[in-house]
Nanobody, 134 residues
């Protein structure tokens, strides 16, 4: 049984940092793409950062470039999202998703064009809340 478990969300002040974790069990990520997505109340889901588990190619959307970094710990089968210089507009529920590499055109496409529904991904986590506020 495949499970994705996110953690690390918290309340943080503007300019602060957080590291989100997505622990994956039930599969190894070598043949999958992993993406971090977020959704704020009343807004559409958007991609944040995506990575190929095969070769480590990664991509961040414009709003995340220079501030967020996706990484992977193979030994722990965990994907991280390091978020620095957080802004109030980063407030959202953050989710990780896993898709078979054959289902995506590129990690950029995975992030720039999120699927409509969470269950359109092979696997989708339960989310972790990030709130950026003073």
């Amino acid at each position: 049984q495949v499970q994705l478990v996110e953690s690390g969300g918290d309340l943080v002040q503007p300019g602060g940092s957080l590291r989100l974790s997505c622990r994956v069990s039930g599969l190894t990520l070598d043949y999958y793409a992993i993406g971090w997505f977020r959704q704020a109340p009343g807004k559409e889901r958007e991609g944040v950062s995506c990575m190929s588990g095969y070769d480590g190619t990664s991509y961040e959307v414009d709003s995340a470039k220079g501030r967020f970094t996706i990484s992977r710990d193979n030994a722990k089968n965990t994907v991280y999202l390091q978020m620095n210089n957080l802004k109030p507009e980063d407030t959202a529920a953050y989710y990780c998703a896993v898709d078979r590499l054959i289902r995506i055109t590129s990690v950029q496409t995975m992030c720039d064009a999120p699927r409509k529904e969470a269950n359109d991904y092979d696997w989708w986590g339960q989310g972790t809340q990030v709130t950026v506020s003073s």
